[in-house]
């Protein structure tokens, strides 16, 4: 009987049914992330009605213009919370009064009242509110109303020195404290925390200024033990969780003030936590329970649009709608780069608008003046990086355009709203580029959450069906109301205007791209799989995949969708100059392969020839040839030597192995006739022919030499890391060697079993490996089976072949691969493995 034959039935049927598992987990662990979304919008809509019957029955409450007001509030009833919106309190005459004659406003916006009788009455507390929205007064008018003095962490010192210029604009004492106080000054400071007089009513101070100076951490707790330290206010608070898109590591050390002085209320303010980002916040300064008050995030007077960015058109489209729609008005328009800030605006001032570029390697001076100029309307736009950013307060902003998107939904929220301060109508515009999105990439691929979050960003931009109103409320844990938004969004004005259409053909042919790139050894920048896609690039090589009709645009959009969906992945590497970007396969690519996996997306029908035309979508037969070339993105500067060295270098090779008679030419250039031979013979019908690619390999089989007691002894053990069995001996092509200790042996005793002893080596290397390397090859043998097992299912081939037992087999295997009738992706694959074995085993090595 044949058993190594029966063992390999068995063993594909193994494969395939993983393969199938690995797919149901796939599926398994989606539904479970939509049943966590569903539920915790069940909660919040549990919440919303609960709030609604509350409010139907007659209070005494102020009314909030939020939609969802406050959070639900572990440890406080509604009834009892409401209540901190009135005016019973002993210090409330003294509010209003210092509100009016302090602060010259006439009325409190919405949440401001209850936040400040909280905190007056001692709460711990963490408010929430967009940009814009009065904050700072929720913390700066309980310290007016209160004896001694309030202290307040801030990250910039820039936000320091506009604060204490508007307060003592209103004859409010406030000071500072921070790394470039003179020493008299901090003397002074330090001095006026004890005094009982209290010289001022705030002092604003770095985080990094708590965590390093002893000297005011003990000034401090001689105030908190005179009853003078009266409140802690943490601005930006969201700088304390590393899931904060602002993380900043001093911020984390902040818990000592409320380990220090338990007593003191803490106020924590910010205006884009998410409830997770909270919660970090909570543990990091060591605040049981505070109350959080979250105003909806909701800015009812800025209209939201999403516009796709032709980087050839986008800046006369920017300049034109500046000249137009804004004529007159001031704005920001913010870019990714220094030099984006300097390119856009002196592209803005040729077309007559006065802009100017702000970003962070410019003289300080310089940039003072600039956002002088523009707050006095004497520049009209800024353009600028996220470095123009905290502490801007002009209230008649009408237009904040993104010429670049925002690096998260997070940073895209507070940027924008810089706009409308004065609750006038204001525009916020993104110009959404594919380029742009793996630009950022490369950005924020150190961050923790950043790919993640760029992706939500993404997400946010492609929607073209949902409000855009409703993907932010999603992301601050807020229930919305599509009809709340009133139109004011791109996608709730268009609301008809568009369709559904189907992509899987379209999905199927990019991935069909990328495996074939991945057979070849080669990798795909995002750009070059559009390009590849498209039937550009050198013509030189024969047709081998089957490109789209579909207008760039188009094509762009179809696999930003896979890239969300999970069809695709983003892959980096990185020197130390650069980091390279790629496409790769998505955990879901092999759902593909399945006939009845369907795929759609929602396109624009209106804009003939952009993006949203959907004509092309119902053909795609056009065919062209493509070659495959990895490309350096570059973060959009100009190649520096070393990379222009590396990317000679790079070609050099490539060129060296394109020698007539070079190794991995031959393999190359049969590669892709076998693909088109395959497409051929496919088409018609027939068997293919049995080619077989010789490979100049040889394995040396090493007695692995310990020498123990005088005797050979293996000098480690093999590990029984191999799935696969086999009965038959393997053939092993050797060449002879000088050294005596190094033998060609038979991997197996004569009944199959393996040799405990035999430890096979790479072709090069003749001596012993040593434990850590065997162990090293067990690793990879699993990895690469698991690989091919992969293959085997995306191209519903199976190897066949008998394997050897333990590391040999992790050799043998792409080896034997190598050997099969040319069928590209196993042989090509495995000619990549054994390129990774070689390398691994020389890395062991060393
Ligand atoms: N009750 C109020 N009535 C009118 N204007 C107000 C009121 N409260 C605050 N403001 C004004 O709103 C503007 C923004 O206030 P503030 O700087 O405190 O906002 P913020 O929420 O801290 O914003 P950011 O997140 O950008 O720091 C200021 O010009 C302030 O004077």
Redesign the pocket.
Known sequence: MDRSGGNDDVQAELDSVETELELVELQITELLQKQTELTSRKNALLQRLEEACDTAQPSSSSSSASLKSSRADPVMSKQEMQRYDGADFSWSKEVEQQ?KDS?H?????PL?LRAINLSLSGKDLFLV??????????Y?LPAVCSKGFTLVVTPLVS?MEDQIM?LKSIDVSAVMLNASSSKEHAKTVMAGMTDPKTPFKLVYVTPEKIAKSKLLMSRLEKGYNANLLSRIAV??VHCCSQWGHDFRPDYKLLGILKRQFPKVPLLG???TATSSVLKDCEKILCVSQPITLTSSFNRTNLYYEVRIKDSDASISDVASLINSRYKDQSGIVYVFSQKDAESVSSELQKRDILAYPYHANMDPDDKSRVHRKWTSNKIRVVVATVAFG????K?DVRFVIHHTISKSIENYY?ES??AG?DDQPADCIIYFGFSDIFRISTMVVMENVGQQKLLQMVDYCQNIDRCRRSLMAVHFDEVWDDEGCNQMCDTCRHAKDYTTVDITQHARQVVQILELAGSMDEKLTPLKLVEAWMGKGPAKRRKMIQTTTLSRLQAEAVIVRLLLQGYLREDFSFTPYTTYFYMKLGRKAPLLKSQTHTLSMKMRTTESGSAGDTSAFETNEKEDDIIFEPVVMDNSCPPQPKQKLFKEQRNLSRKRDLKPGSQTNKWTEEQLTDRHGEEEEDKRGSIMKQHVVEVDVEINIVDNIGVNNGQKTPSHPVKPCSKRKSTTPQRVRRKPRANSEVAAIPSQTSDGAPLANTVPSSPSQASGISETAAEELCELRNYYSKQLRRINYISHEYLGQPAEPGVLACIREPLKSLRLPRRVTIAQTARSLWTRVSSRQKLVHR
């Open positions: 509100l602060f406003l006439s009325k409190f916006r401001q509110m967009p940009t814009g929205r009065g904050k700072s007064l929720c700066q936000l508007y601005d930006e303010l910010t205006a905290m502490g801007i307060d209230p507070q709203g810089r301060r």
